[in-house]
């Protein structure tokens, strides 16, 4: 970050992006509209779920809930241009961080072959504040590993693809010490409307009307950051390279 705290914009010269998070709505939450902006211009973004959110609705069986929200993140996605959503099937709340995981998520690196990684803060909190989840820790930790697993032919040599040693950069949406930017100006609207998708979810959360309670967060986070970017609404990231 430089000295005056404004955030560097994200790189443009790339063109497959892979999102590997936990739950569906992982992405929703402020992501997705940097997600619209990128498919927008040309570039392909896939998604990685590991989990199926099964244990996210308490009013709702896992055996129910599971099916629903990969329905509810396979329609957002699809508000942003992303077309492939993959699901990964580990248990939801107790995803441990481990060589399984990371040979999981490394064979997914080597089947999509991104350029840039992005997934979910994998810090002990949200900002000094509110404690994280296990699996965003686990997952996030993960991915940041499995990046260079991915690379090395003699770690997970069994996975069905080739190793992939094209990942450029890793970023961290949702960190409390973000480097980078998007401007999502463009992509705002679809941001909303992608978190709108996982209506079940939302219902279940809050007593909010869903437009209402995406549109006051989605927006909400992206002009608050942007202070720090230029006065355009934004998407921030905290970008690792390789």
């Known amino acids: 970050m430089t000295t005056n705290d404004q955030l560097e ?29 990128w498919t927008d ?16 609705i308490d009013t709702l069986e896992p055996a129910e809930s599971g099916p629903l929200r990969e329905r509810e993140e396979r329609a957002s996605a699809a508000v942003v241009g992303v077309r492939e959503v993959e699901f990964l099937g580990h248990q939801d709340g107790v995803i441990e961080y481990g060589v399984a995981l990371r040979r999981d998520l490394a064979a997914a690196i080597r089947r999509h072959r991104p350029e840039l990684l992005i997934t979910l803060n994998p ?15 686990a997952v996030g930790r993960a991915v940041l590993d499995a ?7 003699w770690i997970f040599p069994d996975t069905d693809a ?45 007593g909010e009307d869903p437009e209402k309670y995406a549109r006051d967060l989605i927006e ?14 934004a998407v921030t990231f905290r970008l690792f390279s390789r």
């Open 9 to 37: 914009p994200m790189p443009g010269d790339w063109q497959r992006a892979l999102a590997i998070v936990a739950h569906p709505d992982d992405l929703e939450y402020g992501c997705a509209s940097a997600v619209a902006v």
């Open 41 to 56: 211009a040309g570039r392909e973004v896939t998604y990685v779920i590991v989990s199926s959110g099964e244990a996210g």
């Open 123 to 137: 810090e002990d909190t949200w900002g000094g504040t509110y404690w994280n989840t296990p699996d965003h820790r």
């Open 147 to 153: 990046a260079g697993d991915a690379g090395n032919r």
């Open 162 to 206: 080739e190793p992939w040693n094209g990942v450029r950069w890793v970023a961290v949406a949702g960190s409390g010490a973000p480097t980078h930017a998007v401007d999502v100006t463009d992509g705002l609207e679809r941001g909303v409307r992608s978190l709108m998708e996982h209506r079940a979810y939302i219902e279940a959360l809050t």
């Open 220 to 233: 909400g986070f992206a002009r608050e950051e942007a202070r720090r970017f230029g006065g355009r609404p």
